[in-house]
């Protein structure tokens, strides 16, 4: 299998202790990790978390301040042209001159990168296809949807048949079914043996898409692994009930052998349990009914990604409209 194999292979982006601060706000706080040859892997976290910030260090756009960074073999501040050179980018904003056409935008940016008439020609219409845009090629970018300017960007950043391709929050704002469809554009990319770099806060953008996750908050990485690894840490299910007495349920609960871990909310607790969760929900009611404990809520879920960012960060992320997010407190609500 030639994708295994792949995504087996060889680093491509490796981070050591990578620090950044404007002034004396430090953003990126020693963030550490590496990024596999073929893989899609994706740093999640909430606005603010210093996600564009390392980034822009690996894309060569920020100077390098402390640690070390390097892409394709290639170190982000001895060789950064040779970086440059390995590398397509789609920025969190949208970077396309309003008034070129979408072939106009990928002529122009196959000449500034030298590449020959029949290879940009090429390669233009073979993007085309794989984004969908053929039928606008003439259109100028004004006029495209959200979602078609991001698919055109994403053509663009591929041009060169870049080894990695960076997308900094790749479908922010827009609507969920243009979002799944950019997945599957996403999945294709890969597919053509590109390394993807992507930042995001929607937790199943994360789950979905990468091989491997950062969970990244207030510049530093929380947590690592495969999106199933991730989950696996939470237990098999959670159940969360609410109860007349919340204290004295974790009380009673807390030593049945199948409970991992407990964490309280606001109106009632969460369960995290080893196995099958509807076998250990009757020893849970029983146990609950013999102390005299009354139970008004019981809900048996298998952990999500949400479940993991607020295990591990205390915090709620929230997508609010279109490209704002806002966290609240774990049990301030
Ligand atoms: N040029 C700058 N000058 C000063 N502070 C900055 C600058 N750029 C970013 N910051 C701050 O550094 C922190 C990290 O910002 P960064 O853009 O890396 O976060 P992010 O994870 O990409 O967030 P978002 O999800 O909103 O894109 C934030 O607190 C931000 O305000
Ligand atoms: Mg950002």
Redesign the pocket.
């Given at each position: 299998m030639p994708e295994t194999q792949q995504k087996h292979g060889e680093i491509i982006i490796s981070v050591e202790n990578l620090e950044?601060s404007?002034?004396d706000?430090k953003?990126?706080d020693g963030i550490s990790f590496s990024v596999k040859k073929g893989e899609i892997f994706s740093?999640l976290?909430?606005?603010?978390?210093?996600?564009?910030?390392?980034?822009?260090i690996l894309i060569t756009l920020l100077a390098k301040q402390k640690g070390t960074a390097s892409v394709a073999g290639f170190d982000v501040t001895r060789d950064p042209q040779k970086v440059r050179e390995s590398i397509g980018i789609v920025f969190?904003d949208i970077t396309l001159d309003r008034d070129m056409t979408v072939w106009e935008i990928l002529e122009f940016h196959g000449r500034l990168y030298n590449m020959p008439f029949e290879q940009r020609r090429k390669r233009i219409e073979e993007l085309l296809n794989l984004v969908e845009l053929a039928a606008k090629r003439d259109e100028r970018t004004k006029h495209l949807s959200g979602g078609m300017k991001r698919r055109l960007e994403i053509a663009r950043g591929l041009m060169t048949r870049p080894k990695v391709l960076f997308l900094?929050?790749p479908t922010?704002g827009l609507d969920p079914q243009t979002r799944l469809r950019m997945w599957e554009y996403i999945k294709g990319v890969n597919s053509e043996g590109t390394t993807i770099f992507l930042?995001t806060?929607y937790m199943d953008e994360a789950d979905q898409l990468s091989d491997r996750i950062s969970i990244?908050d207030h510049?530093r990485i929380v947590i690592s692994g495969k999106p199933w690894e991730l989950k696996n840490t939470l237990g098999r299910d959670l159940i969360y009930l609410e109860t007349n007495n919340n204290e004295a349920a974790v009380r009673f609960l807390k030593d049945l052998p199948s409970i991992r871990n407990m964490k309280v909310k606001s109106k009632g607790f969460v369960l995290m349990v080893n196995e099958d969760g509807s076998k250990v929900l009757p020893l849970i009611i029983d146990t609950l009914r013999n102390a005299g404990i009354e139970i008004s809520t019981i809900n048996l879920k298998k952990p999500s990604m949400d479940d993991v960012f607020v295990f591990y960060t205390g915090r709620e992320i929230r997508d609010e409209g279109h490209a704002k997010?806002s966290f609240r407190r774990a049990g301030g609500r």
């Open positions: 950044h404007y002034k706000f953003a990126v740093f976290g909430p606005n603010g978390a210093g996600k564009s910030t390392a980034i822009n969190q900094d929050e922010i930042t806060h990244i510049g997010t």
